[in-house]
């Protein structure tokens, strides 16, 4: 991923009302390796359930306000998160769910789908045993990774594009 900054940041977000965007908490970009990550994402301090994901798309940052599920999932069984396909205890995997752009988002319409806790896929997938995490293979995910980002937040951003 590509170096972002605050004001990019602040203007990316396709699905944010004006007082998300107001009060929108800002992750340590100066403390990110942007080499290892696809997409930026970090939680609300403040609020537990709001988190915030944003990616490159070519030349146009994108960013989509998601909300978690209050709650999670059932402890002592696995999940795995839609993005990296990754298979984790349950209580690190949430459902999020983002509201649409556009009217459809303020009609209440949303999409949702299973996301590590953390919204950390780019550090998921390079961790593990050596035997997992070769160059090849963390590059295998990561291309996956970012396509089925780019997926998610297609969708989110939809409804204002009109297709």
């Known amino acids: 991923?590509?170096?972002?900054?605050?004001?990019?940041?602040?203007?990316?977000?396709v699905n944010?009302?004006?007082?998300?965007?107001?009060?929108?908490?800002?992750?340590g970009l100066h403390e990110t390796i942007w080499a290892e990550r696809e997409y930026l994402g970090w939680r609300d301090p403040r609020s537990s359930r709001l988190g915030y994901v944003v990616h490159w798309r070519g030349d146009a940052l994108i960013g989509v306000v998601v909300r978690g599920a209050p709650g999670g999932l059932r402890p002592g069984i696995a999940a795995m998160c839609s993005l990296c396909h990754s298979t984790q205890p349950a209580t690190q995997v949430r459902m999020f769910s983002a509201r649409l752009a556009g009217l459809d988002g303020d009609t209440g319409s949303?999409?949702?789908?299973?996301?590590?806790?953390?919204?950390?896929?780019s550090h998921i997938i390079r961790t593990g045993p050596p035997h997992l995490v070769t160059a090849d293979r963390v590059a295998a995910r990561?291309?996956?990774?970012?396509?089925?980002?780019?997926?998610?937040?297609?969708?989110?951003?939809?409804?204002?594009?009109g297709s």
């Open 16 to 27: 944010a009302t004006r007082r998300e965007l107001e009060q929108l908490p800002l992750p």
């Open 110 to 121: 949303s999409i949702g789908t299973y996301i590590c806790d953390a919204l950390d896929c």
């Open 1 to 13: 991923m590509r170096e972002v900054t605050e004001g990019e940041l602040r203007e990316c977000f």
């Open 142 to 161: 990561s291309e996956a990774l970012l396509g089925r980002i780019t997926r998610f937040t297609g969708r989110v951003e939809r409804a204002t594009r």
